[in-house]
């Protein structure tokens, strides 16, 4: 019957997305319901619905992000938007085995012998750099309880260098420092409960030693803390921290972009484009100017130019479904990356 509608049971059943599934995608527009009953509030989906949850609930079984599904499922797209974003997430899962691999071959070499697993391991850094990395990736902490590994930043050292990372899903942030490490790799991952209590322990001056072993322990000066770190599988970053040379780029001063973009932000959304000069184009939602601007969430785009701190930044885009890139320019291992929203999302 064409037009026949299925409860949230049977259109589960059909697509192999759970009836919380069904719900979430609801609540957040991605999958909503032909009807809903006022008086019951049962969900009913169309048949075209199911096959719609079934392609969802394929795309999520082969790890892509909900961004990325939404714009497969916008009205407008065709089959090149679906074919790029699977080209774009093969070429991520691509990097990410090869990041596995390598990981593993640390694994088998550090705890694979006989020689005993190391309790811990220690960091030195600048106190005032450390502080400085907390106040740039912090903004992008994630708190959907579905995804509890991202309730944290990440701590991750290797070849004379921390580097720490946040994400939400929808944006993530990077900074890179100098470090005196004797360790070959390390991945922790520290709680977003005891990022404020590290943030005040920091000073401007001085050099603190970070000891990583089931909690993380700091020294510095004469005073001493422990933070709480989570047994998480964070997830790999690897593939956001490169941007491709053919991308446009765009230097601009931070608070001429602050001052265009106000502080009470009063719209929800803005465009932001680089035309063939290199010149920024900012404008709210129903001032686009071609197809390859990018619409962003105004609030993320406000706490990531908030969080770069003074000076000049460069704005990169690489296409309209690749996500904008914000970096310092005195500091190229600080950025931060926020995901474009489909156009047509009200």
Same mark, same amino acid.
């Given at each position: ?113 006989? +020689? %005993?697993?190391? /309790? ?7 106190? =005032?750099? &450390?502080?400085?990395? $907390?106040?740039?990736? !912090? ?106 040379? +053919? %991308?446009?780029? /765009? ?7 602050? =001052?265009? &973009?106000?502080?009470? $932000?009063?719209?929800? !959304? ?77």
């Amino acid at each position: 019957m064409e037009n026949e509608l299925f409860s949230i049971g049977d259109t589960s059943r059909q697509s192999g997305l759970s009836v919380s599934a069904l719900r979430f995608y609801d609540r957040v527009g991605l999958l909503v319901p032909a009807w809903v009953d006022p008086a019951t509030a049962y969900r009913w989906y169309s048949q075209e619905q199911i096959h719609t949850a079934e392609l969802v609930a394929v795309l999520r079984r082969v790890g892509l992000a909900l961004p990325e599904i939404s714009l497969i499922l916008s009205p407008d797209h065709d089959k090149d938007v679906l074919r790029e974003v699977l080209a774009e997430h093969v070429v991520r899962l691509e990097q990410g085995l090869t990041s596995a691999k390598a990981k593993v071959g640390q694994i088998v070499a550090r705890w694979g012998t006989d +020689e %005993g697993v190391e /309790a811990s391991a220690e960091i030195k850094v600048s106190s =005032q750099e &450390l502080r400085a990395a $907390l106040s740039s990736v !912090r903004f992008a902490m994630g708190d959907d309880e579905q995804f509890p590994a991202l309730h944290g930043i990440l701590f991750e050292a290797a070849e004379g260098f921390l580097n720490v990372s946040a994400t939400d899903r929808f944006r993530a942030a990077f900074y890179s420092m100098e470090a005196a490490t004797g360790v070959s790799t390390l991945r922790k991952v520290l709680a977003k409960s005891a990022v404020e209590e590290l943030n005040e322990f920091l000073q401007p001056q001085g050099e603190v030693t970070l000891t990583f072993a089931d909690d993380l322990h700091l020294v510095l000066g004469g005073g001493t803390l422990t933070c709480r770190l989570l047994d998480v599988d964070f997830p790999d970053l690897t593939h956001l921290t490169t941007f491709p040379e +053919e %991308g446009c780029r /765009a230097e601009v001063d931070r608070e001429w972009l602050r =001052q265009t &973009l106000g502080e009470d $932000l009063v719209a929800e !959304r803005w465009l932001i484009e680089i035309d063939a000069d290199g010149e920024l184009l900012v404008g709210s939602q129903d001032e686009a100017r071609s197809e390859q601007h990018l619409l962003l969430q105004a609030q993320y785009l406000s706490e990531a130019i908030e969080a770069a701190g003074s000076g000049q930044l460069s704005l990169e885009i690489n296409g309209q479904f690749a996500p904008l890139a914000i970096r310092r320019t005195d500091k190229p291992g600080a950025f931060s990356i926020l995901m474009p929203i489909r156009r047509d999302k009200p």
